[in-house]
Nanobody, 125 residues
């Protein structure tokens, strides 16, 4: 059974930084795309970032490009989301995701195979 467990969320002031982590189990981690989505209250879940199985390529939503980075450590079955220059509009529950699709296709919830339980990120103004 595939499990994704996120950590690292919290409350931060605008302009601050947070790093989210997601540890995966139950699947050959190093062969799958990993990504992050987020969902704000009253809004649909949206794509944030994805990283190819090898870590060689990444893909970002326009709203976070240049502020967020995604990386993975296949030896630790862990994917990270480094979030800098945070804004109040980044406030959401952040979900880790895994998919057999490549990074360019994993921009919709329909292409996600498994989800984590989510971690809350709150950015105060």
């Amino acid at each position: 059974q595939v499990q994704l467990v996120e950590s690292g969320g919290g409350l931060v002031q605008a302009g601050g930084s947070l790093r989210l982590s997601c540890v995966a189990s139950g699947r050959t981690f190093s062969t799958y795309t990993m990504g992050w989505f987020r969902q704000a209250p009253g809004k649909e879940r949206e794509f944030v970032a994805a990283v190819r199985w090898s870590g060689s390529s990444t893909y970002f939503a326009p709203s976070v490009k240049g502020r967020f980075t995604i990386s993975r450590d296949n030896a630790k079955n862990t994917v990270y989301l480094q979030m800098n220059s945070l804004r109040p509009e980044d406030t959401a529950v952040y979900y880790c995701a895994t998919s057999h699709w490549d990074i360019g296709q994993v921009t919709t919830t329909l292409k996600v195979d498994y989800w984590g339980q989510g971690t809350q990120v709150t950015v105060s103004s």
